[in-house]
């Protein structure tokens, strides 16, 4: 399903648009997705870059960063994952509201990265569903961009009405 | 100044003082037991206002005194560094007097010098770990412990349940990641400079 199919076009169809619910739905979602930036080290820095002027995200209507989980639906872990931070992240994770999506922004987040220690978990998909990885140390704003332009289209080819039903596993602490 | 003869004033004054070889600044060796007055003696008298660091080492297992810590103090009026450094007494339960009553700096200093060696800093005001969680069940800056780490549990039971995760050793596939000093930026970044072994094949004698 392409932004086409959901187009109008009143010389076919008049004043009715006729499509599938999942159309409109992620239609919706993925041109007003909300960050939740999950800067834990220096890729954060990159993802601010991201947000300014000269790459600037609004241009996808992903200016909002919402520094709260509850107003927000797309976690961008930025950074170092440690065992200690780990519990937060899932925390964080499991007080967003559905449908939610995360962003493993850089080596660190994606694998661990050069950490190889006692103190840092190897990749947040450990602890949290990955919907996109994002290579480099740190990825450059384009990369993050590109991430999220990836993010837009898998969530157009979500079964976002099937998944109403779905249930998810929720810390309880 | 701190010449020779500040030097030997020092060591007159303080007969436990002893001098060890540096190749920087003035090192000195004190007893555990001396080393809170003698702190307070630097401060005081000799205007070593300032706690630069206060860390430790681990001397290896089997060592007389296997446990030291090290404190640097600079003082703005010699415009100059002082090293000292107390050995533990107890090879177990490594213990040291807490010289935060008289540098407030030295609290988190000491805290992670717990936090890594297990050195006990008596008299503490809040002697509690500050990187690694509380339940945290090793020390890891000890010469035993591997860099990789040890499996333990996740701090959070609950979270541990529903992810299935757990701290596990992190995988050395080819020896730690370390960087070069030397050399192109390229060829000096964090790597494994060993790529002949995983922990699926083992390391080549
Ligand atoms: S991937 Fe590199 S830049 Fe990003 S947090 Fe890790 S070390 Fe920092």
Redesign the interface.
Known sequence: MTASDVGYNSKVEGEVIVTKADAVVNWIRKHSVWPMPMGLACCAIELMASAASRYDISRFGMEVMRFSPRQSDCMIVAGTVTYKMAEVVRRIYDQMGDPKWVVAMGACASTGGMYRSYAVMQGVDTIVPVDVYVSGCPPRPEALLDAMMKLQDKIGNETSVRNLTKTKKVASG | MIDEEFIKGLLAKHSFLSERESIDCLTLESPSGELISFLEYLKTEESFDMLVDLTAIDHGEGEDNRFSTVIHLYSLLHHGYIRIHASCNDNNEPSMPSVSSIYPSANWHERETYDMFGIKFTEHPNLKRI???DDYP?F?LRKE??????DTP??????A???D?S???????GG??VSSANGMVSDSE???KDESWTEKNEKPL
């Not at chain 2, 996740?154 to 979270?159: E, H, N, R, S």
């Not at chain 2, 701290?167 to 596939?173: S, W, Y």
């Open positions: 990187l690694m969680w090793y890891p412990f591997p860099l990789a780490g040890i996740l701090p959070a039971a609950d979270v349940e529903v992810t995760a701290v596990e050793p992190a995988p050395m596939m730690p990641f964090p790597r494994a």
